[in-house]
């Protein structure tokens, strides 16, 4: 099973490298076996080129290796806070992809102006607040994971599947790492349309909230009719 993970963990790795998400190193994709309490996360610094799934490595849910002869990424700690925070995911990408990446260091919500929006996230994308000088000399990682599950006090995590980290770049997440890597490409692209929307006309008005109601549930939950059964 965990077998399975690392190579699935792999794959979702060399997606965002496919999909134009990532630059040298800069981003990691991990998956959690549930039943296991295991993490398998990217190696931190590893090329993309180079990585095989034996450099995969395996962490428990406090970020202490059991498998693998790599440290694994230096985001571990935050990948972890999130799945202790937010129980229904499965797998986490982060990225600093380059609007969704604009839109954080401007410390700026992604609006929601139009469907595609709508149809992958429940309404605007948040951004979190800046950590304090003493959560960055603390543990830096770990306390970026818990201002993101405090951004989501009262926000389900499984409507609105990413978010912005203030002044550094997006985590999204999904049922598993390969989704989760969707769930990334989507974001970047309605950052794209919403910086275009902006440039276009300052004063756009966000979606209408039945807009959004509708487009959203057509793809998610019980009544979803959107695709083959």
């Given amino acids: 099973m965990l077998e399975d993970l690392k190579n699935e963990v792999l794959h979702a790795n060399m997606d965002i490298v496919k999909y134009g998400l990532v630059t040298l190193t800069w981003g990691n994709v991990s998956g959690i076996s549930r039943s296991e309490g295991i993490v398998a996360i990217k190696p931190s ?14 962490v428990d849910m406090d970020g202490r290796v059991v498998e693998g002869t790599l440290r694994p990424s230096s985001d571990t700690p935050t ?11 499965g797998g ?23 469907t595609t929006h709508a149809d992958g996230f429940h309404g605007a994308i948040p ?3 800046f950590l304090t000088e003493e959560e960055v ?17 009262g926000v389900d995590p499984m409507s609105i599947p990413g978010v912005l980290v203030a002044g550094h770049a997006p985590f999204c997440w999904g049922k598993d790492a390969r989704d989760s890597v969707r769930t ?12 275009l929307t902006l440039q276009l006309r300052p004063e756009a008005k966000e979606l209408p909230d039945y807009f ?6 057509r793809k ?5 009719y959107y695709g083959q059964k």
């Fill in 45 to 58: 610094g590893v090329e993309y080129g180079s990585l095989t799934v034996n450099d995969i490595v395996l």
């Fill in 127 to 129: 951004v979190t607040r």
């Fill in 92 to 114: 986490i990408t982060h990225t600093h992809s380059l609007y969704s990446t604009v839109f954080a260091q401007a410390c700026c919500e992604i609006p929601c102006y139009g």
């Fill in 137 to 153: 000399a603390g543990e830096y990682e770990k306390n970026t994971g818990k201002i993101i599950a405090e951004r989501f006090t």
């Fill in 184 to 195: 990334g490409m989507i974001m970047e692209r309605v950052a794209q349309m919403a910086y």
């Fill in 220 to 224: 998610h939950g019980p009544e979803a």
């Fill in 212 to 217: 959004i109601q509708k487009h959203y549930f």
């Fill in 79 to 89: 990948h972890c806070a999130l799945y202790a925070a937010f129980p229904g995911i």
